[in-house]
């Protein structure tokens, strides 16, 4: 069953015929990133402007792995939930050296979690769900669909765009302009911003197939698996994930010397899925031939110009971290920039989205470019490693920690942010908050949904959380009639939290300091460095 495209409809924005005021926030490009974006912006109250130059989502799935990390995030977008029943759930993942397996490993081996370690889930739905949740905020979100930006001008406080529709042009002016609009970004390039990295030579084709029967064989659960040197693509590497519908993702690698126009054909690929899935009926849905580079722009912020996700970094598709990274940069920047729009902290703000997504942009870089040049060595010596690793891996665990085919997405730390506050506690400041089950007077709940969203002052055990102006409060295993108290189950946030400490939570669900004494200048501190300050 292939998705049906249903194209959205166009309406002749206000533009046309009249000037329109100044809006808050124009963002550029409604796929994933934007659309998260939008919705983020809406829940804290901030209007803005999504214009796209397409009505339908995109073509293919695209990216499919959404990661723990951007599932709670999308949780707290309104989601997150629906993207759990619709898609496939997995945690196990296979190595094989041709036909050998040489280890398998799982990824989320503990309990006490929400949402699982990925679920696969093709990129049309997440934007068909994020677009019907954008849509439930018709004060906040102006959705303009065939609205094409083809100039824009910075200046110290606006921006001024040139949009182009059906009916004609019209110009917009905005504070604040979002670029999501993707690896190939106009907004990029009309700026002249050099996208520096590394270009790797390999194709990779990548097809998506509807068939009834598994080809994972006799295992009813989906998995991932990976093979190097597979028995049915000679000398290359594939990987092999389950969608819905009864869609597989295959990718295969094709090498340097690839024709991108004559392998991106039926004729072509239809005979290299039947060498790895045999005589099984199966339908080709999409193919895509591709080369991967990662590149980024040296900064995100430019002036009133931000840019987010892939516009602004790109890393290849293998450890699942471009789409996850993109979703991880909304839940950086919404916060910041709806308290910069509503008057609650200084532009500078946004500067700090440039130093931490950097320094998440870079982490992915170099995720990436060790697991490409592990999965596609550039000299003998370093394929004589790689299979030398790969046969070691079958019988010694050490072996099994070098093998990299594509390290999977995992939220970066802010330690080293300007926005953090240095501290000792079991989840150190800078680290992403781990989930945990409660309960508490409405019934079982989870932690990150009590939290995200809203600074917050965790306290956990024996110590009270303060009063402060602006800091929401809860506490877990403790009683208290100024604020909302929960009790951890199963001894999951005991563990990963402790006991006698207060926890300073960022919107963004990242540990900003943490003390083991309800010092209120202390804490107001911290909370004010958190937001900006400088002095």
């Known amino acids: 069953m292939a998705y049906a495209y249903t194209p959205f409809p166009y309406s002749p924005p206000a533009g046309l015929t009249a000037p329109e005021p100044r809006h808050p926030v124009v963002i550029v490009g409604a796929g994933p990133i934007g659309l998260s974006m939008a919705v983020d912006l809406a829940l804290r109250g901030v209007r803005s402007v999504v214009l796209d130059d397409n009505n339908v989502v995109s073509l293919g799935s695209r990216a499919i792995c959404w990661a723990k990390r951007t599932l709670e995030i999308f949780d707290r977008l ?5 993207m759990l029943e619709k898609g496939v759930t997995w945690k196990v993942g296979r190595q094989f050296h041709g036909e050998q397996e040489v280890y398998n490993f799982d990824l989320l081996p503990e309990p006490g979690h929400k949402y699982p370690a990925f679920v696969n889930l093709q990129q049309y739905y997440v934007e068909e769900y994020l677009i019907e949740r954008a849509q439930e905020f018709p004060d906040l979100i102006d959705l303009r669909f065939l609205n094409k930006v083809t100039d824009h001008k910075g200046h110290a406080d606006h921006v001024k765009l040139t949009v182009e529709t059906p009916d ?24 002249n911003l ?15 197939v509807e068939m009834e029967t598994s080809p994972f064989g006799d295992h009813d659960t989906p998995e991932r698996w990976f093979w190097f040197a597979p028995p049915f693509h000679n000398g290359q590497s594939a990987l092999l994930h389950k969608q819905p519908d009864n869609v597989y993702r295959i990718d295969l690698q094709l090498g340097p010397e690839t024709d991108p126009k004559a392998e991106a054909t039926e004729e072509k690929v239809v005979p290299r899925l039947k060498q790895m899935l045999g005589d099984a009926p199966f339908r080709l849905d999409w193919m895509s031939v591709y080369k991967f580079r990662c590149a980024r722009l040296e900064g995100f912020v430019h002036d009133r110009v931000v840019f987010v996700g892939d516009s602004a970094h790109v890393v290849s598709p293998f450890g699942a971290r471009g789409g996850n990274g993109g979703v991880q940069d909304v839940d950086n920047l919404g916060w910041k920039l709806a308290a910069v729009v509503q008057g609650e902290a200084p532009p500078s703000l946004i500067e700090s989205y440039d130093i931490e997504r950097g320094h998440g942009a870079d982490e992915n870089m170099r995720n990436s470019a060790r697991a490409t040049n592990f999965m596609t060595p550039k000299s003998p010596i370093e394929t004589l490693f790689r299979n030398e690793v790969l046969t070691l891996a079958a019988k010694h665990p050490f072996a099994r920690k070098l093998i990299n085919s594509g390290r999977l997405s995992q939220p970066c730390t802010l330690v080293h942010s300007p926005l953090q506050t240095a501290g000792d506690a079991p989840l150190r400041p800078g680290s992403a908050l781990i989930d945990a089950p409660l309960a508490g007077p409405a019934g079982d709940c989870w932690l990150l949904g ?86």
Do not use: N
């Not at 309104?78 to 629906?82: D, M």
């Not at 690896?183 to 990029?188: C, D, L, Q």
């Not at 270009?199 to 990779?204: A, I, K, N, R």
């Open 194 to 208: 050099p996208f520096e990295g590394q270009t790797f030579d390999e194709h990779f084709l990548i097809a998506d």
């Open 450 to 535: 009590a939290v995200q969203g809203q600074f917050t002052l965790l306290a956990v055990g024996e110590i009270t959380a303060p009063a402060l102006p602006g800091l929401a409060r809860i506490g877990i295993d403790q009683t208290h009639d100024a604020y909302p108290c929960f009790q951890g189950k199963d001894g999951h946030a005991q563990r990963r939290y402790g006991s006698g400490f207060l926890y300073l939570l960022r919107p963004d669900g990242h540990v900003c300091a943490v003390f083991d004494q309800p010092d209120s200048a202390a804490i107001a501190r911290a909370f004010d460095r958190a937001k900006g300050a400088t002095a």
């Open 78 to 82: 309104g989601i997150g939930e629906r």
């Open 168 to 191: 004609g042009p019209y110009r917009l002016e905005t504070d604040w302009y979002i670029a999501c609009d993707g690896a190939g970004s106009a907004t990029r390039k009309r700026m």
